[in-house]
């Protein structure tokens, strides 16, 4: 099977604009986790959707939106962009839960000028 | 919400000896720990993890090892090989089903 893809792979944006990462998960995975990872931070829990819904939300303001398509691939918004959103984005994909294991796509590395 | 820390920052080893990452959680609902590798410029991998209900859980090398009393969790690498060098993370998933993540371990393995 192929494994999880996102596009596009880098992405140079300023601030106050906004932009449009996707995931295309692993071919039956209908679960899609987004994460945040930056060297101060690390790695941050942003949402997951499961059958098109949101079911799971972490603590980032309401400018990091996301969608879920019924092919289960997943893109996620970030609008008014702000220095502070520079990082690389990574998706993961799993079967049904968050418990079950998640396979990650290989990030879109976001530069905010 | 859920914090959790993780020990030590940075490890070195010799090839064959073991290593040893630690971390603590706070929240006393947390039910699920993966354990995350990552390589230089690489995705995360999930290695192993354990659920709330196990103490401890073997996968050749790699062993995983949860106090629920204590609230903190360990990663056991035996025999370990330059191969086994990258940042490794640990997690927990809270009560409120979202996941908190340590602030990884670089472990150099030398050889």
């Known amino acids: 099977k192929a494994g999880v893809t996102q596009t596009p792979r880098y992405l140079i944006k300023t601030r106050g604009q906004q932009v449009t990462l996707s995931c295309s998960p692993i071919?039956?995975?209908?679960?899609v986790s987004w994460y945040q990872q930056t060297p101060g931070q690390g790695l941050q829990f942003l949402f997951e959707?499961?059958?098109?819904?949101?079911?799971n939300k972490g603590n980032f303001p309401g400018r990091f939106s996301g969608r879920q398509f019924s092919n289960s691939r997943s893109e996620m918004n970030v609008s008014t962009l702000e220095l502070g959103d520079s990082a690389l984005y990574l998706c993961?994909?799993?079967?049904?839960?968050?418990?079950?294991?998640?396979?990650f796509g290989p990030g879109t590395r976001l530069t905010v000028l | 919400g859920e914090n959790v820390e993780q020990h030590p920052s940075t490890l070195s080893v010799q090839e064959g000896d073991s290593a040893v990452i630690k971390c603590t959680y706070s929240?006393?609902?947390?039910?699920?720990f993966p354990w995350y590798k990552q390589e230089l410029g690489k995705r995360p991998q999930l290695i192993i993890d354990?659920?709330?209900?196990?103490g401890e859980k073997k996968d050749q090398r790699i062993a995983v090892t949860l106090n629920k009393t204590a609230k903190h969790f360990s990663l056991h690498i035996t025999e370990t090989q330059p191969e086994d060098s990258a940042v490794y993370f640990c997690?927990?998933?809270?009560?409120?089903?979202?996941?908190?993540f340590g602030t990884g371990t670089s472990l150099t393995v030398i050889p």
């Open positions: 959707y499961f059958s098109e819904t949101q079911r």
């Open positions: 354990i659920r709330s209900n196990v």
């Open positions: 997690a927990a998933k809270g009560s409120g089903n979202q996941f908190y």
């Open positions: 071919s039956g995975h209908r679960s």
């Open positions: 993961a994909s799993s079967l049904e839960a968050l418990t079950d294991t998640q396979y």
């Open positions: 929240d006393s609902a947390s039910n699920y």
